[in-house]
């Protein structure tokens, strides 16, 4: 599966009620489509995901972008990961199992 980060920025966010923590804003294409303001998380349990872009507004459900393929979002999560560390990004060292030869 083929993931092009377009642009990637680094983020100092705090963590929501949750325990979740953005630590990077970026955009990718994937599959067809261009996503832009997707969200590299650090999460309560100091894993990785990432978030789709947030729609805001009265049409947010409506109109709500959901990452429904686990293979999409890891190849999502591993290329944004790869992107912030090039940047010098020094919060997405965990790799979870199976993965460390991604």
Known sequence: MEVTITGVNITKGRPNKGGSRI??????????????GCALVRTARNGLTVWPPKIEGPEAVRRSIVIVDDMLRNAI????????????????????TGEAAA
Do not use: H, K, V
């Open 23 to 36: 630590i990077a804003f970026f955009d990718c294409e994937a599959e067809g489509f261009q996503l832009n």
């Open 77 to 96: 999560m591993s290329a944004a990961r790869e992107a912030y560390r090039a940047i010098g990004g020094t919060d997405a060292e965990w790799i979870p």
